[in-house]
């Protein structure tokens, strides 16, 4: 983990409508991620805002009968409350039709208007308004918008575009070179097969008034206002002193983490890194796209009328709880599936049964064998084995948290630490200190309460930054405050005598008086990136052994094999010719998947996929450990 500076931001949000459970996500997740730096001492700079220009704001406040500003004006006052009410650490705060980011842009878009990486053209093509961009005939989908589905419209007008084509093959490279600039590494592919299958067409950056009048009006030509997006997407540099104070920006760009959701992958890999080599500014380290929540099978969206309110989360459940599902139940860049159901449970799993009742015994515990002080214990509390075992496991989830926070898996390291958790609650049934105590054993009731309240101490640390307000009480009852990361790692922090002090439950279990009151449970959701035994089991995995290889005529990468698989014999194309010769595959044992529906590679039918693993510019064959009695064997 660097300890130079930390740099968060959220993307901006659209103020046509209220904040739905995408929004407090992202959110909530750049504040966890701020959280943590801060709480081992890095500096910390965390940004999120809304984005106040565009035909979408235009159109609400239309249908609204307000201005422009006054819809953004009454708008924006709902994601401010949401972010206090979520426990929201933002350091700042931007709206693009504040002075200090409009004037900026303006200063960009002359500058660049400047040096001719804009220009003045006529254009004709399809426009989404609910993205806001234009798209080619051949990128359109059954005749709409390819990103979101809806209808588009044919637009001929005079424009202003920005230079974006020229940086296609320098932006490829930047990519190759720089992996951790989009991650997961999978969204940089789709980055880089964007790019490598299109010519990369000049962006439209202007929209004219008498289409569109609510943005920010060019320098070089009062007609037409800026284009959403290349106005909304200078807002992570106006907000920190660009162009107006060097220091402040030294300081935090490049920013460390920009995170958004998946569907605006385009934007921030392809135009937002664009524009900034065009004005000479270095690029973020990574922008870091997330999945998206679904009900169901389909994704949250305000148009489907089927999004989450965050508010009404809270108010049933409390914001910690809220919080720390969100973080817990998605794997950073999968998709994940909101239910009450689900919520619910993990609720009453994690923080319920486990957290929260350990606690409760622990103090109560303490109360009753300890006179309500905390046990003086001496250096050999952690010579037995039992002992010994429990902080070995919560040291493990310290080394798990700050491992998930440099590789943005955060629900692992949560994961490690309610391991912490149920571990402490098996030591009390080992140890039994109420059998400790009949047995008058006083010392060893010490160890045994002390051990279970400094465990509860650094897993409240861990889990402060995404429960900060449920922590500070778990901690208040031995007598301490804030986390200090100095001392994650060191037993025997709590002073003997501090005088504990008594909780109410910290998440009172969710019970439901009769079976009406219970959430209806949605079905099972695909979540992108991960797939069922079910169907893990339909692919027939085989060994078939090669017998003859050639290379495919006019292909350089094709080899065509003739393979045996058991008693059949087969034909297979594989793309390995740069790999291996076909002298040097033939008479290997090789993997395949045998039920892949045949298909015509370059005119030549191949029966089947072999596997390969590759890493780089390396490709190796998946070969099998020894040899086999005969080909067609199951691969498990």
């Known amino acids: 983990?660097?300890?130079?500076?930390?740099?968060?931001?959220?993307?901006?949000?659209?103020?046509?409508?209220?904040?739905?459970?995408?929004?407090?996500?992202?959110?909530?997740?750049?504040?966890?991620?701020?959280?943590?730096?801060?709480?081992?001492?890095?500096?910390?700079?965390?940004?999120?805002?809304?984005?106040?220009?565009?035909?979408?704001?235009?159109?609400?406040?239309?249908?609204?009968?307000?201005?422009?500003?006054?819809?953004?004006?009454?708008?924006?006052?709902?994601?401010?409350?949401?972010?206090?009410?979520?426990?929201?650490?933002?350091?700042?705060?931007?709206?693009?039709?504040?002075?200090?980011?409009?004037?900026?842009?303006?200063?960009?878009l002359q500058d660049l208007f400047a040096r001719d990486e804009i220009y003045r053209a006529d254009y004709q093509g399809w426009y989404c308004v609910g993205c806001e961009r234009f798209f080619a005939e051949k990128d359109l989908v059954d005749g709409n918008c390819p990103e979101c589905g809806r209808k588009v419209d044919a637009i001929q007008e005079t424009n202003y575009f920005f230079r974006m084509s020229k940086y296609q093959d320098w932006l490829i490279d930047y990519i190759e070179t720089h992996p951790e600039f989009i991650q997961p590494?999978?969204?940089?592919?789709?980055?880089?097969?964007?790019?490598?299958?299109?010519?990369?067409?000049?962006?439209?950056?202007?929209?004219?008034?008498?289409?569109?009048?609510w943005g920010i009006e060019l320098p070089f030509d009062k007609d037409f206002v800026t284009y959403v997006w290349f106005d909304a997407l200078l807002n992570y540099i106006t907000a920190i002193g660009y162009k107006r104070d060097d220091k402040k920006f030294n300081q935090w760009w490049p920013a460390t983490h920009q995170l958004i959701g998946k569907d605006i992958l385009t934007t921030h890999t392809v135009y937002w890194p664009t524009m900034l080599k065009a004005m000479n500014v270095p690029l973020p380290k990574t922008v870091f796209a997330h999945g998206w929540w679904l009900t169901g099978r389909t994704k949250m969206s305000k148009s489907l009328g089927n999004v989450v309110n965050p508010?009404?989360?809270?108010?049933?459940?409390?914001?910690?709880?809220?919080?720390?599902?969100?973080?817990?139940?998605?794997?950073?860049?999968?998709?994940?599936?909101?239910?009450?159901?689900?919520?619910?449970?993990r609720y009453n799993s994690d923080l319920a049964n486990d957290l929260g009742n350990l606690l409760s015994r622990t103090v109560n515990m303490l109360g009753r064998y300890?006179?309500?002080?905390?046990?003086?214990?001496?250096?050999?509390?952690?010579?037995?084995?039992?002992?010994?075992?429990?902080?070995d496991t919560v040291q493990q989830a310290v080394v798990e948290m700050e491992s998930s926070i440099d590789t943005m898996r955060l629900n692992a390291?949560?994961?490690?630490?309610?391991?912490?958790?149920?571990?402490?609650?098996?030591?009390?049934?080992?140890?039994?200190?109420?059998?400790?105590?009949?047995?008058?054993?006083?010392?060893?009731?010490?160890?045994?309460?002390?051990?279970?309240?400094?465990?509860?101490?650094?897993?409240?640390?861990?889990?402060?930054?995404?429960?900060?307000?449920?922590?500070?009480?778990?901690?208040?009852?031995?007598?301490?405050?804030?986390?200090?990361?100095?001392?994650?790692?060191?037993?025997?922090?709590?002073?003997?005598?501090?005088?504990?002090?008594?909780?109410?439950?910290l998440f009172p279990r969710v019970e439901f008086k009769n079976e009406e009151e219970k959430p209806v449970n949605t079905e099972p959701v695909k979540v992108e990136g991960v797939i069922t035994y079910d169907e893990v089991m339909n692919v027939?995995?085989?060994?078939?052994?090669?017998?003859?290889?050639?290379?495919?005529?006019?292909?350089?990468?094709?080899?065509?094999l003739q393979i045996e698989v058991g008693e059949e014999k087969r034909q297979l194309v594989?793309?390995?010719?740069?790999?291996?010769?076909?002298?040097?595959?033939?008479?290997?044992?090789?993997?395949?998947?045998?039920n892949l529906k045949p298909a015509k590679i370059r005119g030549v039918e191949s029966q089947g996929m072999l596997l390969c693993a590759s890493i780089g510019d390396q490709m190796k064959l998946i070969t099998v450990d020894g040899e086999l009695p005969a080909t067609g064997a199951v691969v498990k």
């Open 370 to 391: 300890c006179d309500g002080k905390f046990p003086k214990i001496g250096n050999s509390a952690l010579d037995g084995a039992p002992e010994k075992e429990l902080w």
């Open 185 to 213: 590494d999978f969204r940089a592919n789709e980055t880089l097969g964007f790019l490598k299958t299109k010519k990369l067409q000049d962006l439209c950056i202007s929209r004219p008034k008498s289409r569109l009048a």
């Open 540 to 560: 027939k995995l085989r060994t078939a052994k090669v017998l003859a290889a050639e290379k495919v005529e006019g292909a350089d990468k094709l080899l065509k």
């Open 1 to 108: 983990m660097s300890d130079k500076s930390y740099y968060v931001t959220t993307p901006i949000y659209y103020v046509n409508d209220k904040p739905h459970i995408g929004h407090a996500y992202t959110t909530i997740l750049a504040d966890v991620l701020a959280n943590y730096h801060r709480l081992l001492g890095v500096p910390t700079w965390f940004l999120t805002g809304t984005d106040e220009h565009g035909q979408k704001v235009q159109q609400a406040a239309e249908k609204n009968g307000l201005t422009p500003q006054q819809q953004c004006d009454q708008t924006v006052v709902r994601f401010q409350e949401l972010w206090k009410r979520l426990e929201i650490t933002n350091d700042d705060f931007i709206r693009t039709t504040e002075d200090r980011h409009k004037v900026i842009v303006q200063e960009v």
């Open 311 to 345: 508010m009404e989360m809270v108010d049933r459940y409390g914001v910690d709880a809220f919080r720390y599902f969100l973080i817990a139940e998605m794997t950073l860049g999968q998709d994940a599936s909101f239910t009450e159901e689900a919520f619910i449970r």
């Open 413 to 505: 390291g949560l994961t490690a630490v309610l391991t912490a958790v149920r571990k402490v609650n098996q030591y009390f049934e080992i140890k039994q200190p109420w059998t400790q105590s009949k047995e008058g054993k006083t010392e060893e009731v010490g160890i045994t309460l002390a051990l279970a309240a400094e465990s509860l101490r650094v897993c409240a640390a861990l889990l402060y930054p995404v429960m900060p307000e449920k922590m500070s009480v778990l901690r208040a009852a031995f007598g301490l405050g804030k986390p200090d990361p100095k001392l994650l790692r060191t037993f025997g922090v709590i002073k003997a005598g501090t005088a504990i002090k008594e909780t109410t439950p």
């Open 574 to 594: 594989a793309g390995i010719a740069l790999h291996y010769t076909p002298e040097q595959v033939v008479g290997r044992t090789i993997v395949i998947v045998a």
